[in-house]
């Protein structure tokens, strides 16, 4: 159980995507929901994103998963990240629940480091918000001001920015955290051995925007509309301002039909970045196995990092689970919600609506797509 040491309904009106703050025993008695050695297991599965990152003479280099051996690295100067641990390893899952004071479309993902002294990865910026929480160990952390950052060595291509003056330098122990909002270069160094924790909450950008929605078009046959107007300008090669604004009114047009981005949006913000720990059944079972595995007394447990969403005044009936649509229709919105907002659905809910057909539709399909599994 990990229970969160201050306010957040303060946090959020204070400093949420406003500033950064450190916020010593964020946790009380923090213990780490993994080990360094079951970290380095998961870091040699094909699956799973990892990296090593080395510190060099001021520079960082970085190595790909996955790892057969840790050895050759030494004793000092690498650190092991590895993204989306929450997928693949259940017990880090009540560390994220202490997260869900914010909704669940914005969460990205758990990553887990386990770093050597002096490891590092350099001063850099995030365009999402992240949470860093300290584990065994200590780590020192400098966040600078969110204005205008070269890339390191004025090379575009760097993920890396030049150094910068700190606003904030602070060394955090176990429980300790750190909230940095898009846009602050930061960086860290280990002082020793240690685990750390990053909580990252990621919205979509106007790019990734527009893809979804162009795509949706195409696969729906819609967006055909074209631009029509009364008047011409004068000059044969102009184009006038109130026509350049006629056409891209079409877009304004797409973009406030609640029937036109709904669904794409409902699909986009219920992808995950990184692969789930997804296993379908190989024959489907049917409505009434589903029904006897409740009835026997099992619940149904969300698999780590899946993202089931509503959408609220949706103009279907729909869940987007995964980046994909579920037909929800005839299901009561409060049963929606629940299944929305539960990781897992207990005897108590699922007893409440065996008799409800397309609530047991619904709940078969999440089972027969590896979304869900059965549990005691």
């Known amino acids: 159980m990990y229970t969160l040491n201050f306010d957040t309904a303060e946090f959020i009106s204070k400093y949420w995507q406003q500033k950064p703050i450190v916020i010593k025993n964020a946790f009380k008695a923090f213990e780490d929901p993994i080990s360094a050695d079951e970290l380095a297991g998961l870091a040699m599965e094909e699956d799973i994103s990892s990296r090593i ?65 002096q490891g590092g990865i350099g001063p850099h910026i995030d365009n999402y918000d992240v949470f860093l929480i300290q584990g065994e160990g200590e780590r020192r952390w400098k966040v600078g001001h969110n204005g205008e950052h070269q890339c390191r060595g004025g090379d575009p291509s760097s993920p890396l920015v030049d150094d910068f003056e700190p606003i904030i330098d602070v060394v955090l122990s176990k429980g300790d955290m750190l909230y940095i909002p898009p846009g602050y270069p930061h960086c860290g160094e280990t002082l020793s051995l240690a685990m750390s924790y990053s909580i990252g909450f990621r919205a979509p950008s106007q790019q990734e925007l527009l893809t979804e929605l162009a ?90 990092g899946l993202k089931v969403l509503s959408l609220e005044a949706d103009t279907q009936v729909q869940l987007y689970i995964n980046g994909e649509v579920v037909c929800a229709a005839g299901i009561e919105q409060d049963i929606i919600a629940e299944i929305a907002n539960n990781h897992l659905l207990t005897q108590s809910q699922l007893q409440n609506w065996l008799n409800d057909q397309q609530v047991m539709t619904v709940l078969t399909q999440l089972i027969n797509q590896g979304w869900y599994y059965f549990s005691e």
């Open 53 to 117: 990152v080395k510190t060099e003479t001021d520079d960082w280099k970085v190595i790909q998963g996955p790892f057969e051996d840790y050895d050759e690295h030494g004793d000092d100067k690498w650190q092991l990240l590895v993204q989306a641990v929450n997928h693949w390893y259940p017990e880090s899952q009540p560390l994220v629940e202490a997260f869900r004071f914010l909704p669940d479309w914005r969460f990205d993902d758990l990553m887990v480091s386990f770093a050597t002294p």
């Open 215 to 304: 795509d949706s078009l195409i696969d729906n046959s819609a967006g055909q509309h074209r631009f029509t107007s009364s008047e011409e300008a004068a000059s044969h090669g102009l184009v006038s301002q109130t026509q350049q604004q006629g056409i891209m009114d079409l877009l304004a047009q797409l973009a406030t039909d609640p029937a036109q981005y709904q669904t794409m949006l409902g699909k986009l913000l219920s992808q995950n970045r990184f692969e789930l720990d997804i296993n379908p059944f190989e024959a489907p079972i049917s409505t009434t196995d589903v029904k006897e595995a409740i009835e026997d007394g099992a619940n149904m447990q969300r698999i780590g």
